[in-house]
């Protein structure tokens, strides 16, 4: 073999050997991040719930409020996810296959639920199908409310689940079922349907596990009345508050663990290969679907803060403890979206790039917080820093403070908005290869000008929308933020937690005031993520 072959092949195979070393090393410090931020808190609550032993453990989770509060929230989920799987498909059929005016603006309204404050969901839904709504209808505080709250939070995933594959579907098959005489049932139920079984079943499992935790949108619309209209995380958020940290910790191992095989479910599946007339009715219906859930309850909102006039809802929102919640929810924001961002990057690389053992129990946990109530979140965090908690001790003792404070309310908002710059990374990643990073290797470029000059400006639309997601969720935050902040005005009161407060004050001018500063930011977030769409596709 000649010298040149042999250097040759030793540099083709020192390249084989050293590919997978960074994407590992990479994995290593994302898992180490991930292992802080999530499953040390969520350690803490497994550890929590086993101190009384496994009798007290029992009796946590079979006592009869604990038991009513689990089986309410379940099936509410059921038959929420069931309404999803059949309008989150109608919906995306309509986005894909059907063109009207206005369609780039619905689809970006598909996404208000990802930006819009849960607290500020349920206030919405409350003002309009509420007792002083317009609406001909008065659902709230009963088991309906609950359900259209889990409704309105939970409609993306389906959607967002469908519509890519839908897009990418050949439609070849269909059009030689239609030329050999096939009727449009019979080719949705033979041809396409079994295409999107994966798609609909990854979003169904997303949406049940959103719902099985969800705590904003309805600790205003239910009532919370036990045995009747109190979901599980409502239950969680009374025990915390009643210190009765052992039983909060039991069912909140209850859920966790559900959550978490949904999730292990869900990512085994996404690793997976697998006439005029009636076209009209079908975009009414998922156009008049998304009326009733989305665009009215948010315009009676709008229009509750401005009925007396610009002058009251000015004041309302100039007040010093609206004006402090304001600055500190953007300080809560300026904290969690670059820290998620760099973490983001990084273990989407390592899951994508990286061949490594435990991957798609990794994928998994990054869902985490997709799925876990808020209130747990507030709850591990709690039983990590608190007083009492694993680190509070020796952190009070060397005059650090983290629960009831600011670094405290900055974990949760870190927790809750961890796996968005992720989970939109990952898939551009695997799209645009390695090819271009292989060459620039050849041609002498270290990783890290690969990095800089191929792979991030490839996926720069990935970052750029996973940022906007961040920070939409890092503004909207209200259940795990409500546990640790103490909920202090002018100290500890984000923009959310100043809603309820003035919403429990009777002062509803405040409230809808704070409501529609939070909305505004939620349409100039879907605002920008339309923006980065067009760009994308100019």
């Not at 598909?110 to 309009?128: E, K, M, R, S």
């Not at 990418?168 to 050999?180: H, V």
């Not at 004041?315 to 979206?337: E, N, R």
Request: proline residues 5%; charged residues 15%.
């Amino acid at each position: 073999m000649s010298a040149w072959a042999e250097g040759s092949g030793r540099t083709r195979a020192a390249r084989r050997s050293s590919l997978p070393v960074r994407p590992v090393i990479g994995g290593a410090l994302a898992t180490a991040y991930l292992s802080l931020v999530v499953l040390v808190p969520l350690a803490a609550v497994v550890a929590e719930s086993t101190t009384g032993g496994a009798s007290a453990f029992w009796d946590a989770i079979t006592a009869s409020q604990a038991v009513a509060a689990m089986r309410f929230t379940v099936l509410c989920s059921l038959a929420v996810v069931a309404i999803n799987v059949v309008t989150g498909t109608l919906i995306a059929w309509v986005l894909v296959r059907d063109e009207f005016p206005g369609k780039r603006a619905v689809n970006a309204l598909i996404d208000l639920p990802f930006a819009l404050p849960t607290i500020v969901a349920g206030l919405t839904l409350l003002a309009l199908y509420g007792p002083k709504g317009p609406a001909p209808v008065d659902i709230g505080f009963t088991r309906a409310a609950v359900i259209l709250a889990l409704l309105f939070v939970t409609l993306p995933f389906v959607v967002r689940s469908v519509q890519p594959v839908l897009i990418e579907l050949d439609r070849e098959m269909e059009e030689a079922a239609a030329s050999l005489g096939a009727r449009p049932r019979t080719i949705f139920r033979r041809i396409v349907l079994p295409n999107l079984v994966p798609a609909i079943a990854s979003g169904a499992g997303l949406a049940f596990a959103r719902a099985l935790g969800e705590f904003g949108s309805v600790v205003l619309i239910s009532g919370n009345i036990p045995f009747k209209t109190e979901v599980a995380s409502v239950y969680l958020f009374g025990q915390i508050e009643s210190d009765n940290r052992p039983a909060a910790a039991a069912v909140s191992v209850v859920l966790l663990v559900l959550s978490f095989v949904l999730l292990l479910g869900v990512s085994w599946i996404s690793t997976r290969d697998i006439a005029v007339r009636s076209r009209l009715a079908l975009r009414f219906a998922a156009l008049g679907y998304l009326a009733a859930l989305l665009v009215l309850p948010v315009g009676m909102v709008f229009y509750r803060t401005f009925e007396h006039g610009l002058g009251p809802a000015w004041d309302a929102v100039t007040t010093p403890d609206a004006q402090h919640a304001f600055w500190l929810t953007c300080t809560m924001v300026a904290i969690a979206v670059p820290l998620n961002t760099i973490f983001g990057v990084g273990l989407a690389l390592a899951l994508v790039r990286g061949r490594w053992r435990g991957k798609m129990i990794v994928s998994a946990i990054v869902d985490l917080p997709f799925a876990v109530s808020p209130v747990v979140v507030g709850l591990a965090l709690i039983l990590v820093y608190g007083k009492a908690g694993w680190l509070g001790g020796w952190l009070a003792d060397n005059g650090v403070r983290v629960i009831f404070s600011t670094p405290g309310m900055a974990l949760a908002t870190i927790f809750v908005s961890l796996p968005f710059v992720v989970r939109e990374v990952v898939p551009v990643l695997r799209e645009i290869g390695i090819e271009q990073e292989d060459a620039a290797r050849t041609l002498g470029a270290s990783p890290a000008q690969a990095f800089w000059r191929i792979t991030l400006p490839a996926i720069r639309w990935g970052v750029a929308y996973g940022v906007i997601l961040t920070t939409a969720r890092a503004l909207g935050e209200f259940g795990a933020v409500a546990v640790v902040s103490g909920k202090l005005a002018g100290q500890t009161e984000t923009l959310t937690l100043h809603v309820e407060q003035r919403f429990e004050a009777f002062d509803l001018t405040g409230a809808y005031a704070a409501s529609v500063v939070l909305a505004l930011i939620a349409l100039a977030v879907i605002g920008s993520m339309t923006l980065l769409d067009r760009r994308k596709e100019s």
